[in-house]
């Protein structure tokens, strides 16, 4: 994981090994603040009170038993008065259970630091550093913050927290003072990140990252801040919830009129009332929908995917097309020398001996550090003079002495090192064919060059002509490992990808084509041709390109907007800032975490921490997974929902006795809230990508599945009103039918979590097992059953409520087919 330290940064690092004065730690810290990496939500009383006052069920509990005190029933107020009790509990269960995934965290970090400062070695508290400050660390101890290594003894860390990765990373101590380092990225081998442990030895870390700027912070940073976005399906189920709330009222007073006018009096209407207008009342969706989403966007974090606006969490499970950079997301955005063609004369050591005398370490070029590391090392060597490369030079020209001899080392563009060569046209027809061979293949090629030196010579004057050539070095960027599979799984998904890269066409249809991208051979287009199709007409060629090569930044953005007209929900990997408009248009914006810019990281939905394809496969795979699971706790919620609402004012209407009490309803929606929350959202995750029929617009539920719903609901409200009324009997007995009709619903909630979940998890089981635990208490045991204005079953009655409950599964069981079938493939 590779950082860039910016000049904001290299000015607060002290220079040399040395610790901060204390005025260079005040200094320090009030420009970049403290080293709090996690703000810990408010998980006491007063925070669980504020949440809980939210809820409307605890306005329904109070104004109720305030209305049955007032009439003089003071055994039904303090009833309803003592649910608040495990109500309560349930909020404060599901409270913290959403602060624990980002209170978790904190337990990977250090919470004290032995730092060096002018004035001595002292431990304080970790969120006391500032950028600056030397750090030690012991084997066992994690690191409080960024920083990079400036010693270490034989030292290996534990990174699976950031990378997932179990296996031991080895550590390098970085050489030069960083204050020289100037902008640029340093590889994570010397790096010390927060939230990581060290294994072995000791090391010693300049803090250049505090709080929220560490890698730790910003996943927990960005994970809190998506959780806090309304997105288009949470804005559509609003406006659902306020014109149900409408039709509720409007519902409730009619049913409050009817009794009135049935005779039934006055606190019957109201209480009827008051009964359906909470059983109508459907908070439980933008509960659940906020709940699922934030889950999503932990969820994405884990995967190295920081969401930065919690839409993404709707949108990722729906991509149709990804539109992938090559470097570094298809390969590992490093250089490795891979062919070596040394000149006549010239053997594989010398020419590599050249071309590491025209490197420099210091830079950070990734060729250089690739030549650099296969290179024989001589200690002896001495630069005199060096010109560097330029864009426009297309070369780097080093004088150097080796011992008592001086001489010329050269390495840049072939064309422009064979035009500085002493070599026949022949010979550099020859040569530069073999560098076309190279480029097709995917390589890229830099010719070596030299000559002797005369040290009275002026060094001032770069020597540009007649030198001796030595040979080419040809260097590949790798594939990413694992990058083919991930290719596989999208072709399976039916998810196409196409890459775009500014490099030659061949170039990028051999990497195609080694990665396996599309058909064989990958159809491959320039940017230009692309263009000059889509000003023809229709872009329909596109759904037949792999390959947009030679392209450029505004050729990436008509490709985005070309394939959105067609119908595709497209993804965007970007790390520039020229990427910036196709990371804008692109219904997922993916930016790069480690080598892409402030720019390109702030108009992006998703940044990718370790900058790799297979991260955004799984992160896909991730939002169909939660997309199911959301699909199933809705299903649950109105094949629940629509049988208690319908009982709950068919019954009264039709002039029976009132079905549900207040107390009933608290009872219910015990059971309704936590399964509706915690059974679905605890399905096992899903890594392997799978296709799903796409929609071309974000609906939950088709025909067959909505027709499931409304079946089931159907037919548990016939079950609940037959069971009632063939209970109620002649002789009116109203606790007995209450007992039978909501054992019903119970045991028919329960079928209906069996039928979605499966019982897949612990919590499925945990949840739907209390459930019905609780309708055998509360039925069974005779005092309670009294407080509840009920009757004990017989168990003929139990074996009846059990029949019925069991024909539930013909539709959840049809319809949930369909929906796995449609997510699965």
Same mark, same amino acid.
């Given at each position: 994981?590779?950082?860039?330290?910016?000049?904001?940064?290299?000015?607060?690092?002290?220079?040399?090994?040395?610790?901060?004065?204390?005025?260079? +730690?005040?200094?320090? &810290?009030? &420009?970049?603040?403290?080293?709090?990496?996690?703000?810990?939500?408010?998980?006491?009383?007063?925070?669980?009170?504020?949440?809980?006052?939210?809820?409307?069920?605890?306005?329904?509990?109070?104004?109720?038993?305030?209305?049955?005190?007032?009439?003089?029933?003071?055994?039904?107020?303090?009833?309803?008065?003592?649910?608040?009790?495990?109500?309560?509990?349930?909020?404060?269960?599901?409270?913290?259970?959403?602060?624990?995934?980002?209170?978790?965290?904190?337990?990977?970090?250090?919470?004290?630091?032995?730092?060096?400062?002018?004035?001595?070695?002292?431990?304080?508290? *970790?969120?006391?550093? +500032?950028?600056?400050?030397?750090?030690?660390?012991?084997?066992?101890?994690?690191?409080? *913050?960024?920083?990079?290594?400036?010693?270490?003894?034989?030292?290996?860390?534990?990174?699976?927290?950031?990378?997932?990765?179990?296996?031991?990373?080895?550590?390098?101590?970085?050489?030069?003072?960083?204050?020289?380092?100037?902008?640029?990225?340093?590889?994570?081998?010397?790096?010390?990140?927060?939230?990581?442990?060290?294994?072995?030895?000791?090391?010693?870390?300049?803090?250049?990252?505090?709080?929220?700027?560490?890698?730790?912070?910003?996943?927990?940073?960005?994970?809190?801040?998506?959780?806090?976005?309304?997105?288009?399906?949470?804005?559509?189920?609003?406006?659902?919830?306020?014109?149900?709330?409408?039709?509720?009222?409007?519902?409730?007073?009619?049913? *409050?009129?009817?009794?009135?006018?049935?005779?039934?009096?006055?606190?019957?209407?109201?209480?009827?009332?008051?009964?359906?207008?909470?059983?109508?009342?459907?908070?439980?969706?933008?509960?659940?929908?906020?709940?699922?989403?934030?889950?999503?966007?932990?969820?994405?974090?884990?995967?190295?995917?920081?969401?930065?606006?919690?839409?993404?969490?709707?949108?990722?499970?729906?991509?149709?097309?990804?539109?992938?950079?090559?470097?570094?997301?298809?390969?590992?955005?490093?250089?490795?020398?891979?062919?070596?063609?040394?000149?006549?004369?010239?053997?594989?050591?010398?020419?590599?001996?050249?071309?590491?005398?025209?490197?420099?370490?210091?830079?950070?070029?990734?060729?250089?550090?690739?030549?650099?590391?296969?290179?024989?090392?001589?200690?002896?060597?001495?630069?005199?003079?060096?010109?560097?490369?330029?864009?426009?030079?297309?070369?780097?020209?080093?004088?150097?002495?080796t011992g008592t001899k001086t001489s010329v080392a050269v390495k840049g563009a072939p064309e422009t090192v064979l035009a500085m060569c002493s070599i026949d046209s022949m010979e550099k027809e020859s040569w530069l064919k073999q560098v076309h061979r190279l480029a097709v293949s995917g390589h890229k090629v830099i010719a070596c060059a030299w000559d002797t030196w005369n040290p009275g010579e002026d060094q001032t004057k770069e020597p540009d002509r007649?030198?001796?050539?030595?040979?080419?070095?040809?260097?590949?960027?790798?594939?990413?490992?694992?990058?083919?599979?991930?290719?596989?799984?999208?072709?399976?998904?039916?998810?196409?990808?196409?890459?775009?890269?500014?490099?030659?066409?061949?170039?990028?249809?051999?990497?195609?084509?080694?990665?396996?991208?599309?058909?064989?051979?990958?159809?491959?287009?320039?940017?230009?041709?692309?263009?000059?199709?889509?000003?023809?007409?229709?872009?329909?060629?596109?759904?037949?390109?792999?390959?947009?090569?030679?392209?450029?930044?505004?050729?990436?953005?008509?490709?985005?907007?070309?394939?959105?007209?067609?119908?595709?929900?497209?993804?965007?990997?970007?790390?520039?800032?020229?990427?910036?408009?196709?990371?804008?248009?692109?219904?997922?914006?993916?930016?790069?975490?480690?080598?892409?810019?402030?720019?390109?990281?702030?108009?992006?939905?998703?940044?990718?921490?370790?900058?790799?394809?297979?991260?955004?496969?799984?992160?896909?795979?991730?939002?169909?997974?939660?997309?199911?699971?959301?699909?199933?706790?809705?299903?649950?919620?109105?094949?629940?929902?629509?049988?208690?609402?319908?009982?709950? *004012?068919?019954?009264?209407?039709?002039?029976?006795?009132?079905?549900?009490?207040?107390?009933?309803?608290?009872?219910?929606?015990?059971?309704?809230?936590?399964?509706?929350?915690?059974?679905?959202?605890?399905?096992?995750?899903?890594?392997?990508?799978?296709?799903?029929?796409?929609?071309?617009?974000?609906?939950?539920?088709?025909?067959?599945?909505?027709?499931?719903?409304?079946?089931?609901?159907?037919?548990?409200?016939?079950?609940?009103? $037959?069971?009632?009324?063939?209970?109620?009997?002649?002789?009116?007995?109203?606790?007995?039918?209450?007992?039978?009709?909501?054992?019903?619903?119970?045991?028919?909630?329960?079928?209906?979590?069996?039928?979605?979940?499966?019982?897949?998890?612990?919590?499925?089981?945990?949840?739907?097992?209390?459930?019905?635990?609780?309708?055998?208490?509360?039925?069974?045991?005779?005092?309670?059953?009294?407080?509840?204005?009920?009757?004990?079953?017989?168990?003929?009655? $139990?074996?009846?409520?059990?029949?019925?409950?069991?024909?539930?599964?013909?539709?959840?069981?049809?319809?949930? $087919?369909?929906?796995?079938?449609?997510?699965?493939?």
């Amino acid at each position: 994981m590779n950082r860039i330290i910016t000049s904001e940064f290299i000015q607060a690092l002290p220079q040399g090994v040395g610790g901060l004065s204390p005025d260079e +730690v005040i200094v320090n &810290r009030r &420009r970049f603040g403290t080293n709090l990496i996690i703000e810990i939500p408010p998980t006491g009383l007063w925070a669980l009170l504020q949440d809980t006052l939210k809820d409307p069920m605890l306005w329904f509990l109070l104004a109720t038993s305030v209305i049955f005190w007032l009439v003089g029933e003071r055994t039904e107020a303090i009833v309803l008065l003592v649910a608040l009790i495990p109500f309560l509990g349930m909020d404060s269960y599901l409270h913290r259970r959403t602060q624990a995934s980002t209170a978790g965290l904190s337990g990977q970090l250090a919470s004290r630091a032995l730092v060096v400062r002018k004035e001595g070695k002292r431990l304080v508290d *970790a969120v006391e550093l +500032v950028p600056g400050d030397l750090v030690e660390i012991k084997a066992g101890e994690s690191f409080p *913050a960024d920083g990079l290594i400036l010693f270490n003894d034989s030292v290996q860390v534990d990174e699976s927290a950031l990378t997932g990765e179990a296996y031991p990373v080895r550590k390098s101590a970085l050489k030069g003072d960083p204050v020289t380092l100037g902008d640029q990225a340093i590889d994570g081998s010397f790096w010390g990140f927060a939230g990581t442990r060290l294994l072995s030895g000791k090391a010693h870390l300049r803090v250049v990252f505090t709080g929220p700027g560490t890698l730790y912070g910003e996943i927990v940073q960005t994970a809190l801040s998506g959780r806090q976005e309304r997105t288009p399906l949470q804005q559509a189920v609003s406006r659902l919830v306020q014109w149900l709330l409408v039709i509720a009222v409007a519902f409730c007073g009619l049913l *409050a009129i009817v009794r009135w006018y049935q005779g039934h009096g006055f606190l019957d209407a109201v209480i009827s009332a008051m009964t359906l207008a909470v059983a109508a009342l459907p908070e439980e969706f933008p509960v659940v929908l906020t709940f699922f989403l934030g889950v999503g966007v932990y969820r994405l974090a884990k995967r190295q995917a920081l969401v930065r606006r919690a839409v993404v969490v709707e949108n990722i499970g729906r991509i149709t097309t990804i539109c992938s950079d090559k470097t570094g997301t298809l390969t590992e955005g490093r250089l490795r020398l891979t062919h070596q063609f040394p000149a006549v004369g010239i053997g594989s050591e010398r020419l590599l001996t050249i071309a590491a005398n025209a490197s420099r370490s210091e830079e950070g070029d990734p060729l250089d550090g690739a030549v650099l590391q296969v290179a024989p090392q001589d200690s002896m060597v001495k630069v005199v003079a060096r010109f560097p490369f330029t864009e426009g030079r297309k070369r780097e020209v080093a004088i150097v002495t080796t011992g008592t001899k001086t001489s010329v080392a050269v390495k840049g563009a072939p064309e422009t090192v064979l035009a500085m060569c002493s070599i026949d046209s022949m010979e550099k027809e020859s040569w530069l064919k073999q560098v076309h061979r190279l480029a097709v293949s995917g390589h890229k090629v830099i010719a070596c060059a030299w000559d002797t030196w005369n040290p009275g010579e002026d060094q001032t004057k770069e020597p540009d002509r007649n030198l001796r050539f030595a040979g080419l070095l040809a260097f590949e960027d790798p594939a990413r490992q694992n990058v083919k599979e991930a290719l596989q799984q999208c072709r399976n998904a039916r998810i196409r990808v196409i890459m775009v890269t500014g490099d030659h066409p061949e170039t990028a249809g051999a990497l195609a084509a080694e990665i396996g991208l599309g058909q064989t051979p990958p159809r491959v287009i320039t940017g230009e041709e692309m263009e000059a199709k889509l000003s023809q007409g229709s872009g329909v060629f596109l759904k037949e390109v792999d390959v947009v090569a030679r392209a450029v930044p505004a050729q990436k953005h008509t490709l985005v907007r070309s394939l959105q007209s067609l119908g595709e929900v497209v993804a965007v990997t970007g790390d520039g800032v020229n990427d910036v408009p196709a990371l804008q248009a692109a219904d997922v914006g993916i930016a790069m975490g480690q080598r892409g810019t402030r720019s390109a990281r702030e108009v992006a939905a998703i940044v990718l921490m370790d900058d790799n394809f297979r991260t955004i496969v799984g992160a896909i795979a991730e939002g169909r997974q939660l997309f199911a699971n959301l699909q199933m706790s809705f299903q649950y919620l109105l094949m629940i929902h629509i049988p208690l609402v319908l009982t709950a *004012a068919l019954i009264p209407l039709l002039g029976y006795p009132i079905l549900y009490l207040p107390v009933h309803i608290v009872w219910l929606e015990l059971i309704i809230h936590p399964t509706a929350l915690l059974v679905f959202q605890y399905l096992p995750d899903v890594s392997v990508l799978r296709y799903r029929r796409s929609r071309k617009r974000l609906t939950f539920f088709n025909r067959t599945q909505t027709l499931g719903i409304v079946l089931t609901g159907t037919l548990v409200t016939g079950l609940i009103y $037959w069971s009632y009324v063939r209970s109620l009997g002649a002789g009116r007995d109203v606790e007995h039918a209450r007992a039978m009709a909501i054992a019903v619903l119970i045991l028919s909630g329960a079928v209906v979590t069996v039928a979605l979940s499966k019982l897949k998890g612990t919590m499925a089981s945990v949840v739907t097992g209390l459930g019905l635990l609780s309708a055998v208490v509360m039925i069974q045991i005779p005092w309670l059953s009294n407080l509840l204005h009920m009757k004990p079953l017989h168990g003929d009655d $139990w074996l009846v409520a059990a029949v019925s409950a069991t024909l539930v599964f013909i539709p959840v069981l049809g319809c949930n $087919w369909n929906l796995t079938r449609i997510n699965a493939g």
